[in-house]
């Protein structure tokens, strides 16, 4: 079989992608030719407003096609290249409007971890284990994204080392936010994509622009980054639905305008 990543829409305003290249869902090229036509069909979809990425079988990613490497290592440029597409699929994933939820099934190293780095939110099975695995191929990765999100101490530990840790220590660090039997992972995932499809879109869009940009400014730029996105909110629909809503003593069901 072809490896592949599978689409479904597994809720209404719900999509789920799966990994599906055995044994170690590795980003050979096929995968991110696949991603990349994905991106391209997500980035214009407006009824979207909560993505999952997770994996067929019991590894999540251990990123880029070790095979492949050797390869591109014999032609010139390939190397970059293939660095650059890399790249450019986390920074899509990452500027999606809607949040998107990482399912992280099993092992979780390298460009995988970068891949569960470019997700707002992470969770995970409690036999996941964790690689920053680059410094053991003399290459570097993560290290702008990783402590952002755990804080550099702990960052540093984990990118100098290549050590790998549990799913424990991913929970203690807040690296993921939640830890779950293998049977419990991908209802508890499609669960919070729906908490977060039942609010109001433009709201949760607004929230992760703030949060995306929130480390990048100072406190007078972030007030005003917020105020004016407070603003656009104030004259929407759904927050006008939402008033009303409020008042009849009813849940609000919002429409994204």
Same mark, same amino acid.
């Given at each position: 079989m072809q490896p592949t990543i599978h689409k479904s829409i597994p809720a209404k305003h719900i999509v789920l992608l799966e990994i599906d290249n055995p044994p170690a869902n590795s980003l050979a090229k096929v995968i991110k030719l696949r991603f990349n036509d994905l991106l391209d069909e997500l980035e214009k979809d407006t009824a979207i407003r909560a993505l999952i990425i997770t994996s067929r079988g019991n590894k999540f990613c251990v990123g880029d096609d070790l095979k492949e490497a050797i390869v591109n290592s014999k032609i010139k440029g390939a190397i970059t290249k293939n660095l650059k597409a890399f790249g450019s699929i986390m920074d899509r994933i990452e500027a999606l409007p809607f949040p998107v939820i990482a399912a992280i099934n099993g092992w979780c190293t390298g460009g995988g971890l970068e891949l569960a780095l470019c997700c707002d939110i992470r969770i995970a099975v409690d036999k996941a284990q964790f690689i920053c695995s680059a410094v053991n191929v003399g290459l570097t990765a993560s290290g702008y994204r990783l402590p952002r999100i755990i804080g550099a101490g #702990? +960052?540093?530990?984990? !990118? /100098? *080392?290549?050590? #790998?840790?549990? &799913?424990?220590?991913? %929970?203690? /660090?807040?690296?993921?936010?939640? &830890? /779950?039997?293998?049977d419990e992972l991908m209802p508890a995932a499609l669960e919070l994509a729906k908490q977060i499809a039942s609010k109001a879109p433009l709201a949760v869009q +607004? *929230?992760?622009?703030? &949060?995306?940009? +929130?480390?990048?400014? %100072?406190? #007078?730029?972030?007030?005003?980054?917020? @105020?004016? @996105?407070? !603003?656009? !909110?104030s004259d929407s629909q759904d927050h006008k639905r939402a008033l009303a809503a409020f008042v009849a003593k009813e849940k609000p069901a919002f429409e994204g305008n």
């Open positions: #702990p +960052a540093k530990h984990l !990118l /100098y *080392t290549g050590a #790998p840790f549990s &799913v424990q220590k991913a %929970d203690q /660090y807040g690296l993921v936010t939640g &830890v /779950y039997k293998i +607004a *929230t992760k622009r703030i &949060v995306d940009t +929130a480390f990048d400014l %100072d406190l #007078p730029a972030a007030q005003d980054f917020q @105020e004016k @996105e407070l !603003l656009t !909110l």
